[in-house]
């Protein structure tokens, strides 16, 4: 059996390009295919990336014989139909953050990977991070002593154009929201990771700057089932953009955690500094894309080796269960259980 | 310097004589035209030892003595929080214009009965926010006004420090709901949470927890809230006494034009292109702000200016900058968090 993967990847946006990237530093796949509505964009990527075969449609991806699993780049309302297309036609999938725009779809693509023995594998390559798996560490051994408070702050500036020159960007129909589905997730999901499952949640959101339908600013207030308090700050319509990070604050110590970066505050009063791309002696581009890099290959291996990726679609959907719980926490204005569905 | 001299002589007494009381006693002592003449403490050795650098003629065990006596024209009360309205209520009843510590009470209906009976009966309520006379704060209220920040989005307080057993255990009154009225929220984060609500403006609707993680209290050593403003900008806070990684208390304002921090009395302005601006006031006025694991030194400046404005206040017969009704908006949001507490929204 060939033991490298051959996958194919929907979509061919800017996401595309750092998921062909890091195609680059797996040793152990290649994209045999792309597609694209848009063929020209397709294209060009395949030009870029040597990529055999391009098409205009997923379909077309799904009947390919050779294509073993099909990564999903896509509007995030096209997660959910996409990858139910791919799983029918037996293709393992790997389905961008959020997995879909509801926990019930998201729940459909799990039982439809798991009736038909597939690999469904969410892309967040953060989890990847030199620094999350720092902070894992420090964590499960006890570093920050009793876990009190995670902090999660997204402070971008997504301008006019980001909205107004796409087509699904800021429709709640394609998008499914913006600064917490989108850009906060990925803190969010590895709060989640750190820590553990969430209790309750309530939030606040609104578009305050941007014309759109969804959210450019929102908050949120969350108890972790271990008792651990969490907040959420995000905004996307800030000129000042100061960046994402996550604080875990603990009885013994703290860390701040940002994709290139993580600050040890001690309980001593000394703070240690690590600055992976300086070590790494890249930029903290190319940084990004060894995480990329890191996710495709566990999601190769998994096929190959017949087991679960390291993130199940189960666990994919947990951070897309606390961001739907803050959605109609806002809208209804009360307080939300979560409750996360657990690997069975 | 800033002038220190009243128009006018004017005598203060002073209830309490902790180390709260020793700073604002310091700054009277800074303030011409203005003595202390009266002083109570349930520990008169403590009253004893803050009087004999005044020349006080009254010193008690029985704050009574300082309210009853004629010559006092207001009281400072530095008490326990929970004593806060027992202690107001009785001076206004006695005449006297009252100036008390943060927070202005622990349960709202008694900061409302104290506003009420302050304005009823003429007299003046001032609440010991000195930080609102921080340069920091003040210069933060002129760019906010001034649309430097442009439209305000969000701000966020975060408190996160330590504070041990036995400062609980070996305090009468810390980390009970009766005397101290919540912990880390309404004792360690109060004042930015008040400079919070007086840079943003008031909270709506606010979704709070709290917990006492580590410590063997009645109240909070931990605490984390979301909220709305009135103005639609949204806010979020952490507070806690049960992290030994303690950060530097900050307020961060966000606009859709640049950002503040306000730590202390340093402000660091973040603009549109991404620079930062730091001001250290602190150390333009020599140092004189301690950090907050160093109270004692915690600034006299803004000590003096809030002493002063309360003074002119009863001179000119005005309302003080930091009022009862100034000073009750912390005491909501933080009433709210511990109302909430994680069951419910709660509409301020």
Same mark, same amino acid.
């Given at each position: 059996?060939?033991?490298?993967?051959?996958?194919?990847?929907?979509?061919?946006?800017?996401?595309?390009?750092?998921?062909?990237?890091?195609?680059?530093?797996?040793?152990?796949?290649? $994209?045999?295919? !792309?597609?694209?509505?848009?063929?020209?964009?397709?294209?060009?990527?395949?030009?870029?990336?040597?990529?055999?075969?391009?098409?205009?449609?997923?379909?077309?991806? %799904?009947?390919?014989?050779?294509?073993?699993?099909? $990564?999903?780049?896509?509007?995030?309302?096209?997660?959910?139909?996409?990858?139910?297309?791919?799983?029918?036609?037996?293709?393992?999938?790997?389905?961008?953050?959020?997995?879909?725009?509801?926990?019930?779809?998201?729940?459909?693509?799990?039982?439809?990977?798991?009736?038909?023995?597939?690999?469904?594998?969410?892309?967040?390559?953060?989890? &990847?991070?030199?620094?999350? /798996?720092?902070?894992?560490?420090?964590?499960?051994?006890?570093?920050?002593?009793?876990?009190?408070?995670?902090?999660?702050?997204?402070?971008?500036?997504?301008?006019?154009?980001?909205?107004?020159?796409?087509?699904?960007?800021?429709?709640?129909?394609?998008?499914?929201?913006?600064?917490?589905?989108?850009?906060?997730?990925?803190?969010?999901?590895?709060?989640?990771?750190?820590?553990?499952?969430?209790?309750?949640?309530?939030?606040?959101?609104?578009?305050?700057?941007?014309?759109?339908?969804?959210?450019?600013?929102?908050?949120?207030?969350?108890?972790?089932?271990?008792?651990?308090? +969490?907040? $959420?700050?995000?905004?996307?319509?800030?000129?000042?953009?100061?960046?994402?990070?996550?604080?875990?604050?603990?009885?013994?110590?703290?860390?701040? !955690?940002?994709?290139?970066?993580? $600050?040890?505050?001690?309980?001593?009063?000394?703070?240690?500094?690590?600055?992976?791309?300086?070590?790494?002696?890249?930029?903290?581009?190319?940084?990004?894309?060894?995480?990329?890099?890191?996710? /495709?290959?566990?999601?190769?291996?998994?096929?190959?080796?017949?087991?679960?990726?390291?993130?199940?679609?189960?666990?994919?959907?947990?951070?897309?269960?606390?961001?739907?719980?803050?959605?109609?926490?806002?809208?209804?204005?009360?307080?939300?259980?979560?409750?996360?569905?657990?690997?069975? | 310097?800033?002038?220190?001299?009243?128009?006018?002589?004017?005598?203060?007494?002073?209830? +309490?004589?902790?180390?709260?009381?020793?700073?604002?006693?310091?700054?009277?002592?800074?303030?011409?035209?203005?003595?202390?003449?009266?002083?109570?403490?349930?520990?008169?050795?403590?009253?004893?030892?803050? *009087?004999?650098?005044?020349?006080?003629?009254?010193?008690?065990?029985?704050?009574?003595?300082? %309210?009853?006596?004629?010559?006092?024209?207001?009281?400072?009360?530095?008490?326990?929080?929970?004593?806060?309205?027992?202690?107001?209520?009785?001076?206004?009843?006695?005449?006297?214009?009252?100036? @008390?510590?943060?927070?202005?009470?622990?349960?709202?209906?008694?900061?409302?009965?104290?506003?009420?009976?302050?304005?009823?009966?003429? /007299?003046?309520? =001032?609440?010991?926010?000195? %930080?609102?006379?921080?340069?920091?704060?003040?210069?933060?209220?002129?760019?906010?006004?001034?649309?430097?920040?442009?439209?305000?989005?969000? *701000?966020?307080?975060?408190?996160?420090?330590?504070?041990?057993?036995?400062?609980?255990?070996?305090?009468?009154?810390?980390?009970?709901?009766?005397?101290?009225?919540?912990?880390?929220?309404?004792?360690?984060?109060?004042?930015?949470?008040?400079?919070?609500?007086?840079?943003?403006?008031?909270?709506?609707?606010?979704?709070?927890?709290?917990?006492?993680?580590?410590?063997?209290?009645?109240?909070?050593?931990?605490?984390?809230?979301?909220?709305? &403003?009135?103005?639609?900008?949204?806010?979020?806070?952490?507070?806690?006494?049960?992290?030994?990684?303690?950060?530097?208390?900050?307020?961060?304002?966000?606009?859709?034009?640049?950002? !503040?921090?306000?730590? =202390?009395? !340093?402000?660091?302005?973040?603009?549109?292109?991404?620079?930062?601006?730091?001001?250290?006031? *602190?150390?333009?006025?020599?140092?004189? @702000?301690?950090?907050?694991?160093?109270?004692?030194?915690?600034?006299?400046?803004?000590?003096?200016?809030?002493?002063?404005?309360? %003074?002119?206040?009863?001179?000119?017969?005005?309302?003080?900058?930091?009022?009862?009704?100034?000073?009750?908006?912390?005491?909501?949001?933080?009433?709210?968090?511990?109302?909430?507490?994680?069951?419910?929204?709660?509409?301020?």
């Amino acid at each position: 059996m060939d033991s490298r993967a051959r996958l194919a990847i929907a979509g061919a946006g800017w996401s595309a390009r750092n998921i062909a990237r890091g195609v680059e530093k797996a040793a152990n796949l290649d $994209i045999i295919a !792309i597609s694209n509505h848009d063929i020209v964009k397709a294209r060009n990527l395949a030009r870029e990336f040597s990529i055999p075969t391009t098409v205009d449609s997923h379909l077309d991806l %799904c009947v390919m014989k050779d294509v073993e699993g099909i $990564i999903i780049s896509l509007p995030h309302r096209l997660h959910h139909p996409v990858a139910l297309d791919a799983l029918e036609h037996g293709k393992h999938v790997l389905v961008e953050k959020p997995i879909a725009t509801s926990t019930n779809d998201a729940r459909e693509m799990i039982q439809e990977a798991s009736r038909r023995n597939l690999v469904l594998g969410v892309y967040h390559q953060n989890r &990847f991070n030199d620094s999350t /798996l720092l902070a894992k560490q420090m964590i499960d051994s006890g570093k920050l002593g009793k876990l009190l408070l995670a902090k999660i702050e997204v402070y971008l500036k997504r301008d006019g154009g980001y909205f107004t020159e796409s087509k699904w960007r800021g429709r709640l129909n394609m998008e499914g929201g913006s600064a917490l589905i989108n850009q906060a997730i990925h803190d969010i999901d590895l709060a989640l990771h750190l820590i553990g499952d969430v209790d309750l949640v309530a939030g606040f959101q609104s578009h305050l700057m941007h014309d759109i339908e969804t959210e450019d600013n929102a908050v949120a207030a969350f108890k972790f089932t271990n008792g651990a308090f +969490g907040t $959420i700050q995000a905004s996307i319509s800030v000129k000042t953009p100061m960046g994402t990070s996550l604080t875990i604050h603990g009885t013994r110590g703290a860390i701040e !955690i940002r994709k290139d970066s993580l $600050i040890f505050f001690k309980g001593d009063g000394n703070i240690d500094r690590r600055d992976f791309a300086g070590e790494r002696g890249i930029s903290s581009k190319e940084l990004k894309i060894l995480s990329h890099g890191r996710l /495709l290959q566990d999601f190769s291996n998994a096929i190959k080796e017949g087991r679960a990726p390291a993130i199940t679609g189960t666990d994919g959907t947990r951070a897309l269960e606390l961001i739907e719980s803050i959605y109609t926490s806002a809208r209804k204005s009360t307080v939300m259980g979560v409750n996360h569905a657990r690997a069975s | 310097m800033e002038s220190r001299k009243l128009a006018r002589n004017l005598k203060a007494g002073m209830i +309490g004589a902790g180390s709260s009381a020793t700073n604002i006693a310091a700054t009277i002592a800074t303030i011409e035209n203005l003595s202390l003449v009266a002083i109570a403490d349930k520990n008169i050795d403590a009253a004893k030892k803050i *009087a004999a650098g005044h020349d006080s003629k009254i010193v008690s065990d029985d704050y009574k003595d300082v %309210c009853d006596d004629e010559s006092v024209d207001f009281v400072i009360i530095s008490v326990p929080h929970g004593l806060h309205h027992e202690i107001t209520m009785y001076a206004l009843k006695h005449g006297k214009h009252v100036l @008390v510590e943060k927070p202005i009470a622990t349960k709202i209906e008694d900061a409302e009965e104290m506003i009420d009976t302050a304005r009823k009966k003429n /007299l003046k309520l =001032g609440v010991h926010f000195q %930080c609102r006379f921080f340069d920091a704060v003040q210069e933060a209220k002129k760019l906010i006004d001034g649309g430097k920040l442009g439209k305000i989005l969000q *701000a966020n307080v975060s408190v996160m420090w330590y504070r041990d057993d036995d400062y609980y255990q070996k305090s009468g009154w810390r980390g009970t709901w009766v005397l101290e009225g919540g912990g880390s929220l309404i004792n360690q984060a109060i004042h930015p949470v008040d400079e919070m609500v007086h840079l943003v403006g008031s909270v709506k609707t606010l979704f709070g927890l709290w917990d006492h993680a580590i410590h063997d209290i009645e109240v909070d050593d931990l605490t984390a809230a979301a909220f709305q &403003f009135e103005n639609g900008a949204f806010g979020t806070l952490q507070t806690s006494t049960a992290t030994k990684a303690a950060f530097p208390a900050k307020l961060t304002i966000f606009g859709s034009e640049g950002a !503040i921090q306000i730590d =202390g009395n !340093i402000l660091t302005i973040h603009d549109a292109d991404g620079k930062e601006k730091v001001i250290d006031y *602190a150390a333009k006025h020599g140092g004189q @702000v301690g950090s907050a694991k160093d109270p004692s030194k915690f600034s006299l400046l803004a000590h003096g200016r809030m002493m002063m404005d309360f %003074c002119n206040a009863i001179i000119e017969d005005r309302e003080p900058v930091v009022n009862g009704e100034a000073a009750l908006e912390s005491l909501k949001v933080v009433r709210a968090v511990y109302e909430s507490n994680g069951e419910k929204i709660i509409t301020l």
